[in-house]
Nanobody, 123 residues
Framework: QVQLVESGGGLVQAGGSLRLSCAASGRTFSRYAMGWFRQAPGKKREFVAAINWSGGTTVYADSVKGRFTISRDNAKNTVHLQMNSLKPEDTAVYYC????????????????WGQGTQVTVSS
């Protein structure tokens, strides 16, 4: 079992930056790939970024490539999403998720989810 708690969301102006964090419980964090997804009002939840168990492989949605960076610290059971050059269309609730070992862009492959953190980007 893995419990996930996101933090770091907030209100930022377009062009600004935010750093989201996800703290995971349990001693097997290093066995899980971690992903970030987001859901804007009235839209489906969509993939943002993922990182494999070791941190050696990362995957990004085209819409965030070059602006967002996912990283993890297995010693601290945390995963981060550094978001730069934010745009109003990045406004959404951001969710952290976990699945066994390898990255995936597919929502339903993730077994554990956090409660989400709101990110609002003003124009």
């Amino acid at each position: 079992q893995v419990q996930l708690v996101e933090s770091g969301g907030g209100l930022v102006q377009a062009g600004g930056s935010l750093r989201l964090s996800c703290a995971a419980s349990g001693r097997t964090f290093s066995r899980y790939a971690m992903g970030w997804f987001r859901q804007a009002p009235g839209k489906k939840r969509e993939f943002v970024a993922a990182i494999n168990w070791s941190g050696g492989t990362t995957v990004y949605a085209d819409s965030v490539k070059g602006r967002f960076t996912i990283s993890r610290d297995n010693a601290k059971n945390t995963v981060h999403l550094q978001m730069n050059s934010l745009k109003p269309e990045d406004t959404a609730v951001y969710y952290c998720a976990a699945k066994a070992l390898f990255t995936s862009v597919t929502l339903h492959e993730y077994d554990y989810w956090g409660q989400g953190t709101q990110v609002t980007v003003s124009s």
